[in-house]
């Protein structure tokens, strides 16, 4: 099994909506990954967590809060969030955070999110 | 500040044909520059990386040249086929975790 499977596929939200994306694998990863596409535009890291724990954080904005109750699955809730949120949220594993230099990091198909 | 740069935000050839995709970057930190493909409604997907310390590295059709003065690097497709039509994104990481990303050359190959 070497899925990442992410829930929703598509979310449509309003701006005083509270929502959770889901990320899960089972490739007994440790490293967890959020990354953040806009339309046309690179992927974006936004939060690493390796070993259960927030390793990374890129300066992301409070109304994103990420979480990793286990080392398989990944969630990251949503609150108060503004129409230029809207985007394609990628969730990724890797068996260690330095794997990623190798390319054995696994994205799933991304969460499609649309603020009104 | 973008540090891994893709000029080309597109990319048209024949099937059977060479592909070209260039990359070019400005931290010397990087250790490491991959290459993803990715298909519409799906995730990125790996396709081949190399290591500072190299310049070439070869899977298949696909080979990655990297030159460390120019800090530029290209992906190479030979021979192109329809199938490899996708966005491809450059990628760079420094032994962090990181993987910055380019802004990706959408490559359609002509049947």
């Known amino acids: 099994d070497t899925e990442v499977t992410q829930t929703p596929k598509h979310l449509v939200m309003g701006m005083t909506n509270k929502k959770s994306l889901k990320c899960e694998q089972h490739m007994g990863h440790r490293a967890m990954y959020w990354y953040k596409q806009k339309a046309k535009k690179p992927p974006e890291l936004m939060f690493v967590y390796s070993y259960e724990k927030l390793s990374i954080n890129e300066s992301v904005p409070s109304r994103f809060s990420p979480e990793c109750p286990n080392s398989s699955l990944l969630n990251l809730h949503l609150h108060a969030l503004q129409p230029e949120d809207s985007a394609l949220y990628l969730c990724a594993s890797s068996q260690e955070i330095s794997r990623v230099e190798t390319g054995e990091l696994f994205f799933g198909e991304g969460s499609r999110l649309t603020v009104l | 500040d973008q540090q891994v740069k893709q000029n080309s935000p597109s990319l048209s050839v024949q099937e059977g044909r060479i592909s070209i995709l260039n990359c070019d970057y400005t931290n010397s930190m990087f250790d490491y520059f991959l290459w993803y493909k990715k298909y519409p409604a799906e995730g990125p997907t790996f396709l081949i990386s190399?290591?500072?310390?190299?310049d070439k590295n070869e899977d298949g059709r696909f080979t990655v040249f990297l030159n460390k003065s120019a800090k530029h690097l290209s992906l190479h497709i030979v021979p192109s086929q329809p199938g490899d039509s996708a966005v491809y994104f450059c990628a760079a990481t420094s032994n962090t975790g990181k993987l910055i990303f380019g802004q990706g050359t959408t490559l359609q190959v002509k049947p």
């Open positions: 190399i290591s500072s310390i190299k």
